[in-house]
């Protein structure tokens, strides 16, 4: 154990059980943060350009302000709602399992959190908080800092941290190497300080990040022997001098009933730039350990955590178009067409393909080697292979039901009684149940997943979250095939006696 790591233990253990306050909107212990306080904690100084232009208020401004309302929504109903909290009242999503059981109660309330959103953000808090969680289960990885990493996971876990991962490099580093004369960009140590570790560079993208109280970074591609520098695994608030988020523009329109989707739930993504940054030392979980960097997925079972709340949110998006295709084709009358409801039919396989595969790896979990239980990684693992090609399918089959009204419908502006078009639109929409102003409603919503940069944003998102695809369907060749451990696991092995 170097120095630094020795003097953070000794400090951890002055401090005994107490929380201390990170900067990060307030933490303490006793009750989690509600939604005022966590919308407060966004006035942290934090520098966020969108579309070239400095925000002011996150919390305020037009661009934002819906997603990071719903945020506190989603706080508040961890202070509300007994499905997201363990016995102890801290969110399940923190949380260890200890049997099968509290592996399914905690599948339910990553469910309980994609409902709210309906599965449309790939970043919603729960998912680095689970890969946190899993971290803490298998603290012995991190070395000389494992002790920071329970006492910072025990901090997030007692305010219900809003966290976000940035985890790959620039392109350039990626694809291109460092030449001769020119310095690498991305993320690595620069210098050591008493206060802590200099880090200088560049990670990307940072999904939710602009909204987010905390950064956790760590390496997303293997590293070789003589990349120490860019082995690192840290927390920082965002708000943190020398940290600046360069965010693409928001999908969020004005006004927000056009767009009803994006203007409450566009994350934003952003490249996250650090200028010096200094990480305190106690934020540090790994620092340059090449080998404990490479194999932290392996070496952590991280993944089982966050393939399982990634393979729920997977569900229960596809669960959101379904309902959403379904709604439109009955108020239109097209349900009863025979095409329709082959599509209607499609549309339902893939959601109970990928319900199923949830339910699959919930019922054989086990105890892992660190002592906690987590779900089967093989259905898990073709939950996110499939639902690369099973949400574009699922978009494409939404624009086929609903048609022509995703091309001509009636604007947010004709809903209002007093428009010169209100009584036409009204006429000529109604539906099977509703007025023309609820059809309406339900076809901007379709309009949102298949028309715009939203909803495009949304399939590209879902093709490419576990990486490149082709490279993924390689890796679950192995897996499942690792999963079969002698021949007479096969049919093959039936065959030959």
């Known amino acids: ?15 005994g059980d107490r929380v201390r306050d990170t900067g990060s909107g307030g ?45 506190a929504e989603l706080l508040d109903a961890h202070q509300a709602d007994s499905e997201l909290t363990a016995a102890d009242g801290a969110p399940l999503a923190y949380s260890l399992a200890a049997s099968p059981d509290e592996v399914r109660a905690r599948g339910r309330a990553f469910a309980r959190i994609a409902r709210l959103s309906g599965g449309l953000m790939g970043r919603s808090p729960d998912f680095v908080a689970t890969v946190l969680t899993g971290w803490r289960g298998a603290a012995g990885h991190f070395g000389p800092y494992a002790e920071n990493l329970r006492r910072y996971w025990e901090s997030a876990r007692a305010a219900n941290l809003v966290l976000t991962h940035a985890i790959s490099d620039p392109p350039a580093d990626r694809h291109l190497g460092p030449g001769s004369h020119r310095e690498v960009q991305a993320l690595r140590a620069v210098a050591e300080t008493a206060d802590g570790v200099v880090v200088r560079g560049a990670k990307m993208l940072a999904t939710l990040s602009p909204f987010a109280d905390d950064l956790v970074v760590y390496p997303f591609r293997p590293l070789g022997d003589d990349e120490p520098e860019q082995a690192l695994c840290f927390a920082i608030p965002v708000g943190t001098h020398g940290l600046t988020l360069y965010s693409r523009p928001s999908y969020a329109t004005e ?3 056009d767009a009803p989707l994006a203007s409450r739930f566009d994350e934003l993504d ?46 229960i998006k596809a669960e959101t178009v379904f309902d959403l295709a379904d709604a439109c ?20 396989g893939i959601v109970e393909t990928l319900r199923g595969l949830v339910a699959s790896a919930e019922a054989a979990a086990t105890r892992d080697e660190h002592g906690h239980h987590t779900c089967a990684p093989v259905p898990l693992a073709a939950s996110g292979m499939l639902h690369a090609t099973l949400y574009p399918r699922a978009v494409e089959l939404l624009r086929l039901i609903v048609s022509s009204g995703l091309v001509m419908h009636p604007v947010a502006a004709d ?8 009584g036409f639109l009204q006429s000529y929409f109604a539906g099977d149940g509703v007025d023309g102003a609820e059809h309406g409603r339900l076809l901007r919503l379709a309009a949102d997943l298949t028309m715009n940069r939203f909803g495009s944003r949304q399939e590209l998102y879902e093709r490419l979250f576990l990486g490149p695809p082709d490279a993924f369907r390689a890796k679950f060749y192995d897996l ?3 999963d079969r451990t002698s021949p007479s696991d096969t049919v093959l092995g039936d065959l030959h006696r």
């Open 1 to 15: 154990m170097n120095d630094h790591a020795t003097a953070t233990q000794k400090e951890g253990e002055r401090q």
């Open 27 to 71: 933490i303490r212990t006793g009750r989690l943060r509600d939604g005022k306080e966590y919308l407060a904690g966004l006035a942290d100084g934090r520098r966020v350009y969108l579309a070239g232009r400095l925000l002011e208020d996150v919390a305020q401004d037009p661009a934002t302000a819906g997603m990071a309302g719903f945020l």
């Open 255 to 257: 006004p927000a009933a």
């Open 270 to 315: 952003a490249v996250c730039h650090f200028d010096d940054v200094v990480v305190p030392w106690e934020r540090i979980f790994l620092h340059g350990d090449v080998a404990a960097a490479n194999g932290l997925r392996a070496g952590t079972g991280m993944t089982a955590y966050a393939w399982h709340q990634s393979a729920v949110r997977a569900w």
């Open 329 to 348: 084709a009955r108020v239109s009358g097209r349900s009863g067409q025979q095409a329709v409801r082959q599509q209607l039919g499609e549309l339902a």
């Open 415 to 422: 809903d209002d009684p007093g428009s010169s078009t209100h």
């Open 480 to 482: 499942f095939t690792a």
